[in-house]
């Protein structure tokens, strides 16, 4: 049986999609958490983070699609 090479742009693609997914169980358990006992200043932070969080993950997204095969 042959050994399938695995290259780095592979590699950095797998990694961003991991990447991506867990920021998105922290947006949910960061959403989550504040609906427990929201106050006003939890829910500014909230969405800064769920922001930030997702145009990180909206970047990553796109550099994984746009690594050369």
């Given amino acids: 049986m042959k050994k399938q ?3 780095y742009n592979q590699i ?3 990694f ?11 947006i949910a358990a960061d ?4 609906l427990v006992a929201p106050t ?4 500014i ?3 800064a983070v769920v ?3 997702t145009i990180l993950g909206y970047f ?6 746009d690594l050369v095969p």
């Fill in 12 to 14: 950095r693609r797998e």
């Fill in 5 to 7: 090479q695995t290259g």
């Fill in 40 to 43: 006003r200043d939890e829910i």
């Fill in 31 to 34: 959403v989550l958490t504040t």
């Fill in 60 to 65: 990553l997204s796109k550099e994984s699609k």
């Fill in 16 to 26: 961003t999609s991991m990447l991506v997914f867990g920021l998105e169980f922290f």
């Fill in 45 to 47: 932070l909230l969405g």
């Fill in 51 to 53: 922001l930030i969080r």
